[in-house]
């Protein structure tokens, strides 16, 4: 069985909703975080540590909401942001600036033990890339392959609106439609999230 690694039921919704709840499950493991401003580095750290943890094929989601006036942030500290100063706080401090642009993005990282080499792989050059960049970088432990997938969306913050999704949805807006007045399925046709559960779903197809 696959296991959806994360502590935050908000985005297993979404990832159940897509990929079906037969196909995945949680698994509530607070993997270690390491300290990097690279969603990409974070997730597949993150995907080797919960395939050695659970030993059932690992997806890490590593996300984030980046603000263009304010230089990327919260991004990699997004749930920090969340806890701490929270959502309509971040609204305040983007409602200062004249550019309200922001994109959120995600990286699922997939690890199960096994080389990628010898599988055939209709993935697109910049996984590869991304998925090398991802590599070793430790012990042998650490050699373990992980695959990653991205997925980005583009919006403009606004005040709150919206009652379903999670963290930072009810002041992202897309064409007109904050995240929080999505449901999952309307979400995941167009988000970050999605948009990545697409590119793995195409790729573990394959497998
Ligand atoms: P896990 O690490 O256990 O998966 P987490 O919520 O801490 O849970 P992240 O470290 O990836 O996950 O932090 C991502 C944060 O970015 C999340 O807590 C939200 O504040 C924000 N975020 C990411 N995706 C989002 C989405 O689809 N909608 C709203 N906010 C999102
Ligand atoms: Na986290």
């Known amino acids: ?20 709840e037969e196909a995945v499950s949680q698994l509530d493991y607070d993997y270690t975080e390491i300290q990097s401003d690279d969603l990409g580095r974070i997730a597949a750290r993150g995907a080797r540590e919960a395939y050695r ?17 304010l ?17 309509e706080r971040t609204w305040e401090l ?4 004249d550019d309200r642009a922001a994109s959120f993005r995600c990286v699922l990282a997939y ?15 910049d996984d590869r890339v991304a998925a090398a960049a ?3 970088d430790g012990d042998d432990e650490e050699a373990l392959p992980v695959k990653l997938f991205e997925g980005r969306v583009r919006g403009t913050l606004v005040e709150p609106r919206g009652e379903g999704g999670f963290g930072f949805d009810p002041i992202f807006e897309h064409e007109g439609t ?8 309307e979400k995941n046709a167009i988000s970050h999230r999605g948009r990545a559960l697409a590119k793995f779903a195409e790729w573990h197809a394959e497998r």
Do not use: Q, W
Not at 1 to 20: D, F, H, I, Q
Not at 74 to 84: F, R
Not at 94 to 97: D, H, V
Not at 178 to 185: C, K, L, S, V, Y
């Open 134 to 136: 991802a590599g070793p």
């Open 111 to 125: 690890c199960d033990g096994e080389g990628f080499d010898a599988s055939p792989d209709p993935v697109d050059k």
């Open 53 to 69: 943890h659970a030993g059932e094929p690992a997806l890490v989601d590593d996300a984030g909401l980046f603000i263009r006036a």
């Open 94 to 97: 983007a409602s200062e600036e």
């Open 178 to 185: 904050t995240f929080a007045e999505m449901g999952e399925a």
């Open 1 to 20: 069985m696959l296991r959806y690694v994360t502590t935050n039921p908000g985005k297993v919704r979404e990832a159940e909703e897509y990929l079906g």
């Open 71 to 87: 230089s990327g942030f919260p991004g990699p500290y997004s749930s920090y942001a969340e806890d701490t100063i929270g959502v």
